[in-house]
Structure formats: C-alpha cells, structure tokens
C-alpha cells in the first residue's frame, strides 16, 4: 500500500493550499483516512480524518471551520483544502490510512502513512 501525498508548498498567512493524497497498490481495508502534521520539536498531531463508507468527517478544534477533508473514491484519493491559514499551521502534514474501526484521532493507531508534505505559512 502507497500513499502518496502531494500540494504543500509556502503561503502567506491568509493563504489557501489543497493537499492530496492518492492511494495505491493492493487491496486494502480503509475505515478511515486521515491527515495528521508535526511541526518541528513537537509531537504529531491529529488534524482530520474521514470514514470512508459513508463520508463522516472530523476535526481538530485548531482547523474547524477552516479545513475541508473530502474524497474521491473512484481516484482512491483523499484532499485536504486548507484555508485561512496561519503562521501555526506550519508543519510536516501526513496522510495516514486506519483499516479498521476505533478512534480517528490517535496516530498510533492508523496502518499505513505516506511521506510528508510540508506546509510553511509565512507572516
């Protein structure tokens, strides 16, 4: 299973950005796909994730009402539009896949994760 995670790049504060996040390779059981960042010196953390059957979506409080998560099931894709951002949004985002069912916000308990893409929002 590869994830590949694609759209960061530098913003102003303000700014909008559009992450995207494809998966490929074998078969595989997706319950939830999630993003998750780390900013440098901190833990990684939670931003949003959505249940794949049915297309419930959840958020951090940080990005509610500034974040979209959606997806494309035909493209095996996951996005994540970013807007309004701000100078604390800078981070390593990472988009993560959880098989089965539990909590969609604890990182430790997703399967599969792509490669960053970094996100820096300038003032």
């Known amino acids: 299973v590869q994830l590949q995670a694609s759209g960061g790049g530098l913003v102003q504060a303000g700014g909008s950005l559009r992450l995207s996040c494809a998966a490929s390779g074998r078969t595989f059981s997706r319950y939830y796909m999630g993003w998750f960042r780390q900013a440098p010196g901190k833990e990684r953390e939670f931003v949003a994730a959505i249940k794949w059957s049915g297309g419930s979506t959840y958020y951090a409080d940080s990005v509610k009402g500034r974040f979209t998560i959606s997806r494309d099931n035909a493209k095996n894709t996951v996005y994540l539009q970013m807007n309004s951002l701000k100078p604390e949004d800078t981070a390593v985002y990472y988009c993560?896949?959880?098989?089965?069912?539990?909590?969609?916000?604890?990182?430790?308990?997703?399967?599969?994760w792509g490669k960053g893409t970094l996100v820096t929002v300038s003032s």
């Open positions: 993560a896949v959880r098989s089965y069912s539990g909590s969609y916000d604890n990182n430790h308990e997703y399967d599969y």
